[in-house]
């Protein structure tokens, strides 16, 4: 079969006519890969110096509403001063997570500690499980044997902590939101800011109507929608720590992007997966016409990963195989514990 021409702009220069190691799509590659490494690190730098300005102010109110609660005796309040707690040790283990993930790659961790990250994400995901559990118990108790409030002392307390959450929240806003280690640490701070409105709310009803209910009930739709945020980062962290495609990818995309190549026969055994938010990875097995030459596969090489760069893919790897060679016709092969009884050079 005869290699349908490419473009003259794509063949190998003379200046490295036995060039074996693809240098022209290195060159590329590498300029891709600086470029999006250095819009990723500088979206790092900025989320770690937003969370630690966020971890100061809330380490620093964190004393006080944990004291307030305890004097007024309110759980909306106790559950807010208890929640501000959590914000603190997730934002640290945030910050944590960012600082740990700018090693470098080893040996042993080949794609560097990104995925720590995720981590983090996950732990404060489940976090915010728990604390929406404990929450809604103790309401219940208090369902059946409402305690006396010092609704005055509540609603100050209250009011300083909603405007501390308010500062915070807007302050992370500004960060990269679509991090879910961020977003999981944003999720934290925004359920704060939920409690410290309940506990407005129910001491402003506990003062008009003498409702000493409403603190349970408002604690308990807090914590619902605290359950709410913290299933949606759970799930998304398990999604990438179990190698699922990105949701912001389209597969369809990326398979019409490679196959439409006229060099590229067929697309099999592809691949995506995240490293971290982010950061895509995709591997795959292409079918090219065996009469292509080393330079011309170069060529393909540099041309599928400049486009791939442009549809959100950060790092991928492509295995070149000739019409002629015995392949699957299967999409995405099976992967299995099993030792097959041949197996592709992968």
């Not at 090219?288 to 599928?304: C, G, N």
Request: charged content about 10%; glycine content about 6%.
């Amino acid at each position: 079969m005869t290699p349908k021409p490419l473009q003259d702009s794509k063949q190998p220069t003379d200046e490295h006519p036995n060039e074996h190691n693809h240098g022209n799509n290195h060159r590329h590659e590498d300029a891709d890969h600086s470029h999006s490494h250095s819009s990723h690190s500088h979206s790092h730098t900025d989320n770690q110096r937003i969370v630690t300005i966020a971890f100061a102010i809330i380490a620093s109110y964190m004393i006080v509403e944990v004291i307030g609660g305890y004097i007024t005796g309110s759980l909306a309040l106790l559950s807010d001063a208890g929640h501000m707690f959590s914000d603190a040790v997730s934002l640290a283990m945030t910050l944590f997570a960012f600082i740990i993930g700018k090693k470098s790659a080893t040996s042993h961790k080949t794609f560097g500690y990104r995925r720590f990250e995720i981590l983090i994400a996950l732990i404060n995901g489940l976090t915010l499980l728990i604390i929406s559990a404990g929450i809604i118990y103790e309401a219940v108790l208090r369902f059946q044997q409402p305690p006396q409030i010092a609704t005055t002392g509540m609603l100050v307390i209250s009011t300083i902590g909603l405007i501390v959450n308010l500062v915070v929240a807007k302050l992370m806003h500004g960060g990269d939101t679509d991090n879910l280690n961020m977003k999981s640490a944003y999720l934290h701070v925004l359920s704060d800011l939920l409690g410290s409105v309940a506990a407005i709310i129910a001491a402003i009803v506990i003062m008009l109507f003498g409702w000493v209910w409403a603190d349970a009930a408002v604690s308990v739709l807090v914590a619902l929608l605290i359950v709410r945020g913290g299933y949606a980062v759970v799930k998304n962290a398990a999604h990438i720590l179990m190698e699922g495609a990105p949701n912001d990818i389209d597969q369809s995309v990326i398979i019409n992007t490679l196959s439409a190549h006229p060099n590229v026969l067929s697309v099999h055994d592809l691949h995506i997966w995240t490293i971290t938010s982010g950061l895509h990875s995709l591997s795959c097995h292409i079918i090219v016409p065996s009469s292509l030459t080393l330079q011309q596969t170069d060529a393909l090489l540099s041309d599928l990963q400049h486009e791939l760069q442009h549809l959100g893919i950060g790092h991928s790897t492509i295995q070149f195989e000739s019409d002629l060679h015995a392949h699957s016709a299967q999409f995405n092969c099976d992967i299995t514990s099993a030792t097959p009884v041949h197996a592709h050079a992968h």
